[in-house]
């Protein structure tokens, strides 16, 4: 696919993402930590580890492990028992395809879900920091939610006057609670909603296997009006009719 062509479908998908995001603000969410305890926070913030492997065709495969350690409300960080005595992590993953446009490298997700999960005795990790499959630990932990439809999403890496400058923003859509994720995210009702997970990464080549880190924030927004579905949905449509014309 011609490289104008595929910016061209970026900046269409990129606008749209941004009509949708005004149109969907992100939402306040209570938690039940337990003992009384509730939390109303509008996103959580932590960390994650990557594995990013391309194909050599322009296609890659990625898979996290995230931990989240505080919540916010507005800009004020909010003192809770999440990472005193008790943590919060995701796996997400997306394959998609990657190119670039002068010194900016575009990376775009096709498929890809998103989990999350309550670690109630805090002891959860990697055995391994360079191996995002490597979990310890998690024989009591909890499936609170899930996703497995990706939505608008981007991951971009420019590098100006020699500073490298990285982002990444992805949707994922119809994301369910489960029984115990039921108890745990006590508010809005029914907690009918879709996840963005946003952050950046260190830089990497776009060859072979890497492994990549970077700080990350989930925040959540309500389901949009079907029109608005529909119209997302077309832009998305696009990109892929235009990377099947390469």
């Known amino acids: 696919m011609k490289i104008k062509t595929l910016v061209k479908s970026l900046a269409l998908t990129a606008g749209l993402a941004a009509s949708f995001t005004a149109s969907a603000d992100f939402v306040e969410f209570t938690v039940d930590e337990g003992n009384g305890n ?7 913030n932590g960390g994650y580890v990557e594995r990013i492997t391309f194909d050599g065709a322009g296609n890659f495969s990625a898979s996290a492990f995230a931990t ?13 028992g999440l990472n005193n005595t008790y943590s919060l992590y995701a796996t997400f993953n997306a394959d998609g395809y990657a190119d670039s446009e002068g ?17 109630p005795n805090n002891d959860t990790g990697l055995s391994d920091d360079d191996d995002v499959s490597s979990i310890t ?17 981007v991951g971009t890496s ?20 489960t029984e115990e994720g039921d108890q745990y995210f006590v508010a809005p009702t029914p907690f009918s909603m879709m996840v963005n997970v946003n ?18 924030s989930a925040q959540f ?26």
């Open 38 to 44: 509730l939390v109303t926070a509008d996103k959580i």
């Open 137 to 153: 630990g998690d024989g009591e932990d909890m499936l609170l939610g899930f996703s497995d439809t990706i939505g608008n999403n």
């Open 158 to 177: 420019t590098t100006i006057n020699g500073q490298t400058i990285t982002a990444f923003q992805f949707d994922f859509m119809n994301f369910e609670l």
């Open 199 to 216: 952050g950046d990464f260190d830089a990497f080549a776009q060859a072979g296997t890497q492994i990549t880190r970077g700080d990350v």
């Open 221 to 246: 927004y309500e389901v949009p009006e079907p029109s608005t579905i529909a119209v997302m949905a077309l832009g998305l449509l696009g990109l892929g009719a235009a990377r099947r014309r390469k």
């Open 103 to 119: 010194n900016v490298d575009f990376f775009v997700g096709e498929t890809g879900g998103f989990s999350i999960f309550m670690d």
């Open 68 to 80: 989240f350690g505080q919540f916010f409300l507005g800009s004020n960080s909010l003192n809770t």
